[in-house]
Structures are given as structure tokens and as C-alpha cells.
């Protein structure tokens, strides 16, 4: 009898942390079956991620503004199976809508057509998925200005002349790739005709691949004269590679990069300036389009406008991949004047 | 082991019966599912029990010829990039002007023969593990997916073919009725056959198998062979769920798939264990996902949980075991593993 | 009665080790930087953390265990550790390594303690604990990074720093692989770790304290994540809740390729040295060699395959050679 006894216990506490932890997590509002207003949901791309974190912070910052109840969700794992799976559940929540930041541009079609079909407004935010999949997407800048600016960057630092590569995220990225193939267009450019780019490399957004890959650049090209690397893990690398071998001065660093983990590096003159933009700024967007959509005030399609809070007015635009978006604005420059402000916010 | 079997062979009682590891896992079943629907009430209606298994079952499909490996006392870690592979090469062939059909059975032989290879590593080079034949095709397999489709990404299936992940037959979801065909197929392969039954003996103990007759080689290869047709079936799900494919998709599939089975009770030491356990351990982690998914739980917490309920059912079962053999007494000859010693204690 | 030996007979791992100079002059074929000191500098350093786990994952393995939290461990002390530095700016590199030991001890003396005396399987506990100390991380930083300027100098040179010309990160690799070697060797609970592997059953008839050594190695291996962790964090002077996530996978594959038997009782460390340091060479030359980068997975996976296969060839090579001597 003792044993039932205690295989009973040990069940009744599995549930006594499940549930308290459970309900800490959410709160208690959750419970209370269907909320006093809409639901609005954003996933990110994974959990741990102070960009994201941002990001989200800003999109809950509108909701709420809005008088609406905000859904933050992320998956463990930058995988495309995850948010399906966090899709679903969202969906059987009922939610008013999903604002989504794909970890794959295909991937997530089905899933989203099904959100649709339950009467979800659908868009995506920061990281595109396929037209298909979305009403529209809000972009942060302009992908074509992004990848200009950072070989014009590139062509400042170097002084017009000698080798450059390029250190990206994982070879799947589509924000990058698109980034990159706009780098390269431009690159073909006669101002440009002294860069050579030389080499992309792929640090995964892994902290030791992107060391080995930058640390592999030095070794393999001598005359190395820019790196550029439009992610965040991967300019943080770069620059901790090139501090530790003491290039300052003879090998530059520019690209995307989080301000609170480029501050050193931007100090010590290893990056003399890089880019990015306000991801608060980003997901506060983010909610009022949201809104928008539900409202009805905009269906996604081009020159529809609509207000967005402290931000402004917006209009949708024609997007690169067939569909539609909304743009924040030019990309911020963080360099040795500003970097001290901003190094704290994100 | 011996324990066990005398237990058996003895009168039967309630407790014996209910003792064992797959009641508990029922137990916590129910437990999980009353917790959801605490939770939320969104949770308890007829469209969570037969259509959001479709979520976590195309991952199921590599439990059940898991549970074989590991009751061989093998593991497999290579069974997300045989995934990968099998998924990336037919979405490929059909790009090219394969017929989907085609592309289909494409598919499902890539992933046997992948299977086929790692069986014939470990059985030609006997001195390799199995860790270590399956880590490197692990990573073989998933770096040729890459050199196949490089940055891109593969797939504009014909409609028909999202009907596998997403459609039903009726009420039911296509997804759930192959599954539980596959599941009946593999309980009754491991324990209403021979090949079962040597199966368990290899598990048990290799080398007294082959004495016995068995042939080692042949049963591995088997499995690997099955092991490989199931990561077929997976990719074939997974794809078909997600419209398009990548070289980079079902990674991190085999640990999940390694905590369901040992979550259901089949011991990493091999030659224990039943398909019920692995089976009841699939819907536990699915539903436990689902229900707090439900209320929105912070990623970071429900990997707190799933943890948590992985040990504490595990100490649950072995509160039970420990019984008489507590002291740490370095004089104490002490065996919490077999059963009567011969030579008695040593003081 | 002693008997002459030949080198290959006693360097049980000749084969990996032959791989490895095919392997580097291959490398050197491709790209002339690959055998330069700075390059081989680099090596070492970013295999030096790599050295370290491979170490305590050696002693787990030879217990006919495994240890797959070893991630979540690092990334845990790693982040504690940086939190610390963020809230005492002065405190001493030392009390830091300190502090990231005593985490990874909590973590590995409570894996132990599950493995030891509830007899949980050591697959079970630290996959388990793996899911655990993950969230923990997540948790204990709220979703934050740290980052390079919030960490002191003294703790970001930890890594970076260097005594008499070598870098610390391979000073202290050396430095435990050296007390490793002379622990396994020739102290006796060193030698029980191999008992407790080979015949369980046996070890515990024998007198050795079987709960106690596997408690012990848990223990040890939790020591050496946590230092780790801090010495991660404070070479790449960033930490991340996701850091290390999948780590533990490569420590596996550097034990098991160095020879030691996942069924526990059999490897030794000059197996283990090559082992960690194959694939610190894969890690550093693949970009190296002018390949496109959706190559390099491949390529690692076929050199791991044939550098297995190689040291079996060779071994039983040396096994029929063995034979025939004996033939009377």
C-alpha cells in the first residue's frame, strides 16, 4: 500500500508543479476563457533572442495601446516545424491575428493557408515568408537599401580598393540571401571595380562557427581589407577576431549588428560604424497593422494606407518577392558618436 | 531480468499488473490531459484528440523502429538528416520531371538505403558502435542534402500531395490511420514473431544469441532497413505538411524521438521494453506540448517541464525497484540488478 | 616476463594517428596557411575548450555512461557567471572560474546523484537535464544577452590572455589533460573509474565504492562543463541562452573517435588527445580548404567515417599480426 501511496504522490505533485508553473508563466488572465478583447499574436523566430525580445516587447507596446490583448510566442529551436506547431495551437486559440517572423520562407505555407482559411489575418514581419502565405510583410528597410549601404560602407572603409568578404548567418536565410544578392548586383557596378569580393562565408549565427569562419578569412586572404556580416552573431565574431589579433586599423568591420554587443567593438575602432534599425520601432509597426488588417481599414494590397500610432502614416508598397510591404524607414547608422546610447536599449 | 520473471511466474495479482511502467504512463496520460484542460478551454474538444496528433505524428513514425534499435541495446542518431536526405531528393527528382508517385517511392528508397548503410557499417566493422557509425552518417547524410539542394529551398508539389500531412479520411486524419497501421505492423513484428523474440535475446545478450542460432547480422540489418523506411515515411509526412522542403528540416528530431522511447519505458541497456510504452509516451509529450502551447507557456518553461516529467517518471518507476538494497556500506556486497546472489553477502 | 612490443602494438590508436598527418598534409596541399603558427595558434585555442569536456565526457563514457547536458551546463555557467560580472565589475577572473565550476558542480553532482543512487539511466537523467538546465538559462537571463562592454577586461582575458607566449585557454587544456592522465593512471580511484566500467557486478564484490566513483564522475564532468562555460563566454565575450546548444555531440564524437568503448571500461587518453584534436582539425581547415561551404558538412562526415574505418582496419591488422606471432 505504501508504494501505491507514493507512485499517487510523486502524479499529484507532477501536477502541482505543472500547474503553478503553468499558470505563473501565463497568468491568470488566460483562464478566463474567451478574453475581454481580441487576441493578437506574434512569433518569433526563437526564444533567447534579445532582438526578438525587442521586437516583441514593441509589438505587445501597440497592442496594448490599442486596448487589445498581445500573445508573444517564440519557439526553443529556430526551426520552421516549431512555429508550425505554435501556429496550431494559436489557431485553436481563435486569435484575431498572427503576425509572423518566418524561419523559412516556404516552409510555413500550409499551415498559414489554414490560419487564413479560419478567418486569421496573416502577415509577416522582419523575416519574409512567401506571398502566398501573407497579406503583407513589414519590412524594417528597403533590402535593396540595405545591401547598397553596406558596400558603399565597405567602399568608405577601404578606400575604394582591395579585397572584401562577406560572413553571413546559415546558408537557408532568406533575408540574407536576398541582402547578399543585392550586395552583389551592386558590387558589379564600375565605381565599384577595385572591391573584390572573395569569399561568402557561412557562420551559421553559431558563436564558434563564426569565429572559425573569420578567423579562416585572415588565414586564407592576406590583402583582407572589410568583412562585412549583415548578422548580428556574426559581426560580433568578426569584431571579437579582429580585436584579439589586433587588426584595428588594417582589416574593417561593418554590417548588422546589435548595438549593445557591437559597443565594444565599434569603440575600439574595429567597426567604424555598422547599421541596423529599431526593432521596438519594428513590432510597434507590427501591431498596427495588425489592427489595421482586422479593422479592415487595409487588405494588404498596394496603396492602401493606414496610421500607426506615434509612427505615422504608412503606405503599402510593391515588395521585391511578388507581394506587398510595409517599410519602417532607412537603416540606422551606429558609430562612435551614438553608440553609447544606444548600447543600453538593445 | 530475473526479478521480473520470477515476479511472473508466480500467482498473478492486481498489483503485479498495474505495476508495471505502461500503467503508469497511461496514469500520467490521464494526468496530462486533466492539467490541459484546467488550463484552457480550448483544449477538450473532438478536433484536439483526432486532429492535432497530425502536429507530433510524423515524427512518431521513427519511435516505433527506435524502440527496436534500442532494445538491441543499439542507438540511432542519424534518422533526422536520413529524413533530410530521402525529403530533399524527391522534392528534386519531381523539380526535374519526375512523376510525384515516382517521387514518392524515390523517397522512400533513398531512406531504406540510407538505413541499408548504416545496418552493413555496423555489422562489417563490428569493433564500431553504433554512436559513432550513426554520428557520421548523421552528418554524411545531412551534408550530401546540402550539396543536393545547396541554399535553396524545394518544392510546388502537385495539390494532391498536401492531402498526406493534412487531409482525413472522414474524421479521422490520413496521417493517424498510417501510424496506427505502422504501429499494429511493429507491436505485432516485435512481439508476436520469432524475429521479435531474437530480437530480444540479441538485446539481452549478443553473444548467447548467436550461440543460440540467432543471426546478429541479419537482425541488425533488418532494423537499420526498417529504421531507414520509417525516416522515409516521416519525410514523406513532414514534406507534405510543410509544402516545401530543406536540406536543414527534421533536425533535432532523434533526441526527441530517443527521450519518447525511453520515456516508454524501453531500456538504453537493451532487451526491455514494449512498443506500448513508446506509443503512450508519443501522445503524453504531444498532448503536454499542445495543452500548455494552449495557454501560451514560455518556450523556455515547457522545456523545464518536459524534462522534469522525463526524470520524475523515471524515479517514480524506480521508488518502486529500490526497495530493499539502500546502504552505501562499502561491506555490504549489494545488487540492485540481478536477483539472488550466488556466495550470499560479505561482511 | 616482458616482451618486446612493436610501436604499433602499443599505440593502440596508430591509425587515427596516421589519418591525422594524411589529413594535415592534404590540408597543406590546399591552402600553404594551414601549417602556419598563427593558424595552428588558432587551433589550439578553439580546440582547447573542446580538450577540456572531452576529458570529463572520457571518464562518463568509462563508466558505461553518457552525459549529454554538458551543453546546457555551459551555457548556464557561462551566463551566471557573465550576470556576476555585470553586478561586481571587479571581481577577480578567478572568483569567476570559481563561480562557473560551483554551477557546473551543482549540475553534474545532482545528474550524479540521480544516476548513482536512483539508478536512473544516464541517458534519461541527462537528457532530462539537458531540457532543464536549458530553460534554467533562458530564465536566469530573462531572454538577455551579455555582452562584450558590460564584461570586465580581467574576465574577457581569461581566455585571451597569455603566460609567456601561450594562451591561457591552451595552458589550462594541457593542464587538465596532464592531471587527467596522471589520475586515470595511477591513483586509484582513477583506476576504479575503469573497474566500475568493465564488469559493474565485479567492481561492487571487489570493495570499490561503485556509487560513490559514478557519483564522482558526474561530478567531475559537471566541474569541468561549468569551467567551460566560463572560459566560452569569456573568449567569445558574449553570453547566450542558446550557447553550446547540440555541443555535447562533438565531445561524444571526440571521445569515441579517440578509441574510448561506448560499453564503458576501455580508452585511453592518447586516444582521447587524438580524437579531440581531429576534429579540432576538421573545424579549423574545412573553411580553410577552398571548398564551397555546402561542402564542408559532407566532407566532415566522410573524414569522421574514414577515420574510423581506418583505425579499424588498423587494429585488426595488428590483431592478425598479434595472432600469427603467437602461433606456435
Known amino acids: 500500500m505504501r508504494k501505491v501511496f507514493i507512485k499517487v504522490a510523486l502524479i499529484v505533485a507532477i501536477m502541482a508543479v505543472v500547474l503553478p508553473v503553468a499558470l505563473f508563466a501565463t497568468g491568470t488572465s488566460e483562464k478566463g476563457g474567451t478574453a475581454a478583447g481580441a487576441k493578437y499574436a506574434i512569433v518569433f523566430k526563437n526564444t533567447g533572442n534579445p532582438y526578438g525580445d525587442k521586437q516583441m516587447g514593441g509589438f505587445k507596446a501597440g497592442i496594448e495601446e490599442q486596448g487589445f490583448q498581445a500573445i508573444l510566442q517564440a519557439p526553443a529551436q529556430p526551426t520552421a516545424e516549431a512555429q508550425i506547431q505554435i501556429i496550431e495551437s494559436l489557431i485553436s486559440q481563435k486569435v484575431a491575428s498572427i503576425c509572423i517572423v518566418g524561419n523559412d520562407f516556404d516552409a510555413l505555407q500550409p499551415v498559414l493557408l489554414k490560419a487564413k482559411q479560419a478567418g486569421i489575418k496573416v502577415f509577416s514581419l522582419d523575416s519574409a515568408v512567401n506571398p502566398a502565405s501573407r497579406l503583407t510583410h513589414v519590412n524594417q528597410a528597403d533590402s535593396a537599401k540595405i545591401g547598397s549601404t553596406l558596400v558603399e560602407a565597405a567602399y568608405d572603409m577601404t578606400g575604394g580598393a582591395g579585397d572584401i568578404a562577406i560572413l553571413s548567418a546559415t546558408s537557408q536565410a532568406s533575408n540574407q540571401n536576398l541582402w547578399i544578392d543585392y550586395m552583389k548586383k551592386d558590387l558589379a557596378d564600375p565605381k565599384y571595380k577595385y572591391l573584390n569580393l572573395v569569399k561568402i562565408a557561412y557562420g551559421d549565427d553559431l558563436r564558434d562557427k563564426s569565429v572559425s569562419e573569420a578567423e579562416a578569412l585572415l588565414q586564407s586572404y592576406p590583402n583582407l581589407k572589410c568583412i562585412i556580416a549583415p548578422t548580428t552573431v556574426g559581426i560580433a565574431a568578426a569584431g571579437k577576431v579582429l580585436t584579439d589579433k589586433g587588426l584595428v586599423g588594417k582589416v574593417f568591420l561593418t554590417g548588422l549588428g546589435l548595438p549593445s554587443e557591437m559597443a565594444t567593438y565599434i569603440e575600439n575602432g574595429v567597426c567604424p560604424y555598422m547599421f541596423l534599425w529599431n526593432p521596438i520601432d519594428v513590432g510597434y509597426l507590427g501591431a498596427f497593422t495588425a489592427t489595421a488588417l482586422v479593422k479592415g481599414t487595409i487588405t494588404g494590397a498596394v496603396g492602401d494606407k493606414f496610421h500607426a500610432g506615434r509612427l505615422g502614416e504608412y503606405t503599402i508598397t510593391k515588395a521585391a518577392d511578388g507581394g506587398t510591404e510595409i517599410l519602417l524607414g532607412p537603416p540606422f547608422k551606429f558609430d562612435k558618436t551614438n553608440i553609447a546610447d544606444w548600447k543600453t536599449v538593445y | 531480468m530475473i526479478d521480473r520473471t520470477i515476479r511472473i511466474n508466480k500467482s498473478w495479482s492486481w498489483r503485479s499488473f498495474f505495476f508495471q511502467w505502461e500503467w503508469l504512463l497511461v496514469l500520467i496520460f490521464i494526468a496530462v490531459n486533466v492539467v490541459n484542460t484546467t488550463l484552457s478551454p480550448y483544449y477538450l474538444n473532438v478536433d484536439t484528440f483526432l486532429q492535432m496528433p497530425m502536429t507530433f505524428l510524423d515524427k512518431a513514425f521513427l519511435v516505433l523502429p527506435m524502440t527496436m534499435v534500442i532494445i538491441l541495446g543499439n542507438i540511432d542518431i542519424s534518422v533526422g538528416s536520413t529524413v533530410a536526405l530521402s525529403a530533399v531528393v524527391m522534392a528534386v527528382a519531381y523539380n526535374a520531371g519526375l512523376p510525384m508517385p515516382l517521387a514518392v517511392v524515390l523517397c522512400l528508397c533513398v531512406a531504406t538505403v540510407c538505413g541499408l548503410i548504416n545496418g552493413l557499417l555496423m555489422t562489417r566493422f563490428k569493433e564500431l558502435s553504433a554512436v559513432i557509425v550513426t554520428l557520421a552518417t548523421m552528418i554524411i547524410y545531412r551534408g550530401i542534402a546540402y550539396v543536393i539542394l545547396l541554399d535553396q529551398a524545394s518544392g510546388k508539389f502537385p495539390n494532391w500531395y498536401s492531402f498526406l500531412g493534412w487531409g482525413s479520411v472522414g474524421p479521422v486524419p490520413l496521417v493517424v490511420i498510417v501510424f496506427a497501421v505502422c504501429a499494429v505492423g511493429f507491436g505485432l513484428l516485435l512481439h508476436k514473431t520469432s524475429f521479435g523474440r531474437r530480437l530480444y535475446a540479441m538485446g539481452n545478450n549478443a553473444t548467447a544469441a548467436r550461440y543460440s542460432g540467432v543471426k546478429n547480422d541479419s537482425i541488425i540489418i533488418v532494423v537499420s532497413v526498417l529504421t531507414g523506411l520509417m525516416a522515409g515515411f516521416t519525410a514523406l509526412f513532414l514534406t507534405s505538411r510543410m509544402g516545401s522542403t530543406r536540406p536543414n528540416v527534421a533536425q533535432g528530431y532523434e533526441l526527441d524521438v530517443i527521450a519518447m522511447v525511453v520515456l516508454g519505458g524501453v531500456s538504453t541497456a537493451g532487451g526491455k521494453g514494449r512498443i506500448a510504452g513508446p506509443l503512450l509516451a508519443i501522445f503524453i509529450i504531444g498532448f503536454l506540448n499542445y495543452g500548455l502551447g494552449l495557454v501560451n507557456v514560455q518556450a523556455q518553461v515547457l522545456l523545464i517541464i518536459v524534462g522534469l516529467l522525463l526524470i520524475v517518471s523515471v524515479l517514480i518507476l524506480n521508488v518502486r525497484f529500490r526497495g530493499k538494497h539502500r546502504s552505501l556500506a562499502p561491506t555490504t556486497v549489494k545488487s540492485d540488478t540481478a536477483g539472488e546472489r550466488p556466495g550470499g553477502t560479505v561482511s | ?328
Open chain 3, 1 to 328: 616476463m616482458r616482451r618486446s612490443s612493436s610501436f604499433s602494438e602499443s599505440f593502440r590508436e596508430v591509425g587515427l594517428l596516421v589519418f591525422i598527418v594524411l589529413l594535415c598534409v592534404v590540408f597543406q596541399l590546399r591552402n600553404h596557411n594551414f601549417l602556419t603558427i598563427s593558424n595552428i595558434r588558432d587551433m589550439l585555442a578553439d580546440t582547447a575548450i573542446l580538450g577540456i569536456l572531452s576529458v570529463g565526457m572520457m571518464m562518463v563514457i568509462l563508466t558505461r555512461g553518457i552525459d549529454l547536458s554538458i551543453g546546457s551546463t555551459i551555457a548556464l555557467s557561462g551566463m551566471v557567471s557573465a550576470l556576476t560580472v555585470i553586478a561586481f565589475p571587479h571581481i577577480s577572473p578567478l572568483l569567476s572560474l570559481l563561480e562557473g565550476m560551483l554551477v557546473g558542480l551543482a549540475a553534474g553532482a545532482l545528474i550524479g546523484l540521480l544516476v548513482a543512487r536512483f539508478n536512473v539511466l544516464p541517458i534519461i537523467a541527462t537528457l532530462g537535464f539537458m531540457n532543464i538546465i536549458r530553460g534554467v538559462t533562458y530564465l536566469v537571463s530573462k531572454g538577455e544577452w551579455v555582452s562584450a562592454y558590460q564584461m570586465s577586461d580581467g574576465f574577457k582575458s581569461l581566455a585571451t590572455g597569455s603566460f609567456l607566449g601561450v594562451g591561457n585557454l591552451i595552458i589550462i587544456a594541457v593542464v587538465i589533460f596532464i592531471a587527467f592522465y596522471y589520475f586515470i593512471n595511477h591513483m586509484r580511484v582513477g583506476r576504479q573509474i575503469y573497474a566500475v566500467g568493465s564488469n559493474p557486478e565485479a567492481a561492487d564484490i571487489s570493495g570499490i565504492p561503485r556509487r560513490r566513483v559514478i557519483w564522482l564522475v558526474y561530478a567531475i564532468m559537471g566541474i569541468l562543463a561549468g569551467l567551460a562555460g566560463v572560459l566560452w563566454v569569456a573568449k567569445f565575450a558574449s553570453a547566450q541562452g542558446d550557447t553550446a546548444t547540440g555541443y555535447e555531440l562533438s565531445v561524444i564524437a571526440a571521445a569515441v573517435l579517440g578509441g574510448v568503448s561506448i560499453s564503458g571500461g576501455s580508452g585511453k587518453v592518447s586516444g582521447l588527445i587524438l580524437g579531440t584534436i581531429l576534429l579540432g582539425i576538421l573545424n579549423n581547415a574545412l573553411p580553410l580548404i577552398h571548398i564551397s561551404p555546402f561542402w564542408q558538412q559532407a566532407i566532415q562526415g566522410f573524414v569522421i567515417l574514414a577515420a574510423v574505418l581506418t583505425n579499424v582496419v588498423v587494429k585488426r591488422n595488428n590483431q592478425r599480426i598479434a595472432l600469427r606471432r603467437r602461433a606456435i
